[in-house]
């Protein structure tokens, strides 16, 4: 999900067929579907089980949805064009500490009885 050509993909939706029924946006896969995964071995037909394996507790549980979600700071180096910029706002952007963005990520898997039909990855960076 992007929106117009010049912004970045911040979410990556892998889902079954029948399970978005709003796929008009859509691409189709070029590859079979139980061929995408992620490293860790994410994919579409886990179990419930397995995904705990991989993943550990939910941070939360809505329905048939479980949510995972991270934050980390990512230091602003010296040679970045804008680094001066955020410097000079360290007080009210970074509570006094060097420039840094944070990224945060989020996985949210849907469940169809016990088995994942839907994996949506998402990854957004920000300042201040």
């Given at each position: 999900m992007a929106g117009?050509?010049?912004?970045?993909?911040?979410?990556?939706?892998?889902?079954?067929?029948g399970a978005y029924k709003d796929r008009s946006n859509c691409?189709?896969?070029?590859?079979?579907?139980?061929?995408?995964?992620?490293?860790?071995?994410?994919?579409?037909?886990?179990?419930?089980?397995r995904v705990r394996g991989i993943l550990g507790s939910p941070e939360s549980i809505a329905?048939?949805?479980?949510?995972?979600?991270?934050d980390a700071e990512v230091?602003?180096?010296?040679?970045?064009k804008s680094y001066r910029y955020w410097l000079g706002r360290k007080d009210?952007?970074?509570?006094?500490?060097?420039?840094?963005?944070?990224?945060?990520?989020?996985?949210r898997l849907r469940f169809d009885g016990d088995k994942v039909v839907s994996l949506?990855?998402?990854?957004?960076e920000s300042f201040c």
């Open positions: 117009p050509p010049e912004n970045e993909v911040t979410d990556v939706r892998v889902v079954e067929l691409r189709d896969l070029t590859i079979s579907g139980d061929k995408v995964r992620t490293t860790s071995g994410l994919k579409l037909g886990l179990t419930a089980q329905g048939s949805s479980w949510e995972y979600s991270w230091p602003i180096p010296p040679t970045d009210e952007c970074f509570e006094g500490k060097k420039p840094f963005f944070t990224v945060s990520s989020g996985i949506i990855l998402s990854r957004v």
